[in-house]
């Protein structure tokens, strides 16, 4: 659902994002959140469990256009909260929440970047191999397309607790895997090229899904 949202969109003026967001989140919030169903799959997942008390200390905002939003909340380690709204920004217009973490990060210069960039470069491929172990992941955004794909081109605005602003450019794609005899819930890899003021970086996160009843907020 977020691919279609996401290939319309930016260009608009963006109105002030609400103090508190959908589901409690809010920057300055702690969130309890339940990780027994992931420590149970903790063998066969790439993803490192946080702690099961997170902080969040700045919030990302992208505003998809008609109604709908990517809402992020990140802790000082970089966990991410991701809330994708469709119609409003209400806890009624939550669709998906992903939880990720940081896994690496990659900072090519010069001709290097044509690894990852560009008309078959690593961001666009059909999968994505991970450098440490060669896990597999497959692409879920343009999955039906055949060989490279132009990745998703968005602007996240990131308010951060002492009130300053940055403006972060990506180019992304999302893969992810099936957890192998899981109990039905795959892990996401979400690959990005981030561009700010002072550079431009590959990053790579990885991701499960959450039900709202898996956290709270304290």
Request: charged share 25%.
């Amino acid at each position: 659902m977020i691919l279609n949202l996401l290939k319309s969109l930016f260009g608009t003026s963006e109105p002030a994002a609400p103090q508190t967001g959908p589901l409690g989140l809010r920057i300055g919030a702690a969130v309890e959140v339940d990780t027994l169903r992931f420590r149970m799959m903790a063998d066969q997942l790439k993803f490192e469990l946080p702690g099961d008390t997170l902080f969040i200390s700045a919030k990302g905002r992208v505003d998809l256009g008609d109604g709908s939003f990517v809402h992020r909340y990140y802790t000082d380690a970089n966990t991410m909260f991701q809330i994708l709204c469709v119609g409003g920004e209400s806890d009624t217009h939550v669709k998906e929440v992903t939880l990720y973490v940081p896994y690496t990060s990659y900072y090519p210069e010069g001709g290097a970047w044509q690894e990852w960039e560009g008309r078959g470069g690593r961001l666009g491929l059909p999968s994505f191999k991970a450098d440490d172990d060669g896990t597999f992941y497959e692409r879920i955004w343009f999955a039906e397309e055949p060989g490279w794909t132009a990745p998703v081109r968005f602007q996240e605005r990131v308010l951060d607790g002492d009130g300053s602003v940055t403006v972060i450019g990506q180019d992304v794609m999302l893969y992810g895997r099936q957890i192998p005899n899981g109990p039905g819930f795959g892990e996401y890899l979400l690959l990005a090229i981030e561009e700010r003021d002072d550079g431009r970086s590959v990053e790579v996160m990885l991701g499960v899904d959450l039900d709202p009843g898996m956290f709270k907020i304290i």
